[in-house]
């Protein structure tokens, strides 16, 4: 009830906004604000970015190699019998000296629960948590289980389908030794990204969050987790009482009460996470309708905390909020152009044209993201940059405005659930072979 009603007051002032700014002011101005602070924030970013570079070229830092806690590595698992064991083989194969593997059947149906516990017996790093099937659900809910019988000082989330080369964790755990980091996210690629149309895009949008992630590192902003590839200071996850079991979005979740508490949340571009993309229209929308939802909540639950908050600093602040208006925008873009439309049915006075030239340059703004992130951190030249990126920002905007549109109603209008909505893995047939080249 709490969200519904933060909600609605968010939504009616944006109705007023909109309709008060068009009555009294011309909507060219809104374009004009729009583009100035979109190229604003993304120039401070960039700026930033390239500052952290530099100052690292010239003064690199002192990395303690000697900081090797043990690591407890969590793997969640529901119906997941075609993808397990392979993950587990390349897990145990890190370079890393002290770490376990903890295997935790989620209630399975098929036979994940017999394939874990045989491989518990294969090796001692290895232990099997077999919950029973009343136990509550949620990912969630199975990581706060299972950190009960961890031994870490840090924990380390994969999912089921996750794939890594030997020095991940090395590389990851070097970030997590600051006093006030909490956790660190290593970067997250799509494994089998030619698999098809849908996969491609997907591949390019994990492209753009790690652009956007390096940057909110760079400026010590609101990084967040990611579920899959994420290592987490025991006693910063003790401080926020664990996971939270009332959300369907655990990582985002976890990322701003972190940031509430004051820790700082890194990003590792050089550690990287391999997961399937998913494959089907249907199983993609499922995926973003859950993100979307949970991200959403999770600022509606948190926004008071986060305004008043002692501990989080000022610039992750900012950042949060920044970032709370790529949800608010699609519905004031599309409002806009209905309110401009009835007027121009209408014959009345109306911007319709500048609503349009709004709408658009919210795409090319897009589509230049996607392009210098394709071309930096993709090594794409630039024409194949571009024709990826505007395939890849119509898909965007496609799947991402209408998704947060019925989230939003739902939020006002639906009772919350607990939907988990999960992602089927081991449907990848064409996969990046020894995670450095193209199938």
């Known amino acids: 009830m709490r969200e519904r009603i933060a909600l609605l007051i968010i939504i009616t002032l944006l109705i007023a906004f909109l309709v008060i700014f068009q009555n009294y ?62 993950t587990v083989k390349n897990v145990l194969e890190l370079n890393y000296k002290d770490f376990e593997i903890i295997l935790i059947d989620d209630r399975s149906e098929d036979s994940t629960a017999d394939i874990i516990l045989g491989l518990e017996k294969t090796n001692q790093k290895i232990k099997a948590l077999i919950r029973p099937k009343d136990a509550t659900p949620g990912k969630s809910a199975v990581l706060n289980d299972a950190v009960k019988i961890a031994k870490g000082e840090a924990i380390l989330v994969f999912d089921a389908d ?43 949008e994990y492209i753009l969050d790690t652009h956007m992630q390096i940057g909110r590192d760079a400026v010590r902003g609101a990084v967040e987790l990611r579920g899959n590839g994420e290592l987490i200071k025991l006693q910063a996850l003790k401080s926020v009482d664990y996971w939270n079991e009332e959300t369907i979005t655990d990582d985002l979740d976890l990322s701003t009460r972190l940031h509430i508490k004051g820790w700082d949340i890194r990003f590792c571009a050089d550690a990287k996470v391999y997961e399937e993309g998913v494959i089907s229209f249907v199983a993609l929308i499922r995926q973003r309708r859950r993100w979307v939802e949970g991200s959403i909540r999770r600022y509606l639950e948190y926004a008071y905390k986060v305004f008043t908050s002692r501990d989080m600093s ?35 006075d109306n911007a ?88």
């Open 314 to 348: 000022l610039r992750v602040g900012f950042d949060l909020i920044a970032y709370i208006t790529e949800f608010l925008l699609p519905f004031w873009l599309i409002a806009e152009v209905v309110i401009q439309g009835f007027h121009f049915i209408q014959g009345s």
């Open 162 to 204: 996750a794939k890594v080369e030997k020095d991940f964790l090395s590389k990851l755990i070097v970030k997590l030794e600051g006093a006030d980091v909490g956790a660190v996210q290593a970067q997250k690629v799509i494994i089998n990204k030619n698999q098809n149309f849908l996969t491609r895009c997907q591949y390019n």
């Open 352 to 439: 319709i044209l500048s609503s349009i030239i709004l709408v658009s340059t919210t795409g090319v703004f897009f589509t230049s993201g996607f392009v210098y992130s394709l071309r930096k951190y993709a090594n794409y030249s630039f024409i194949k940059a571009l024709l990826e990126s505007i395939v890849t920002s119509i898909y965007f905007i496609t799947i991402w405005f209408p998704i947060a549109m019925f989230i939003i109603f739902k939020i006002v209008f639906s009772r919350k659930t607990m939907d988990w909505g999960k992602t089927n893995h081991g449907v990848a047939n064409c996969v990046i072979e020894g995670f450095n080249n193209e199938c």
């Open 25 to 86: 002011f011309n909507t060219a101005l809104a374009i004009v604000f729009l583009i100035a602070f979109m190229f604003l924030y993304t120039i401070y970013m960039w700026i930033a970015t390239k500052y952290q570079k530099r100052k690292l070229k010239k003064n690199p830092p002192v990395l303690n190699y000697s900081y090797k806690p043990f690591v407890s590595i969590l793997i969640p698992c529901h119906n997941e019998e075609s993808v397990i064991e392979k």
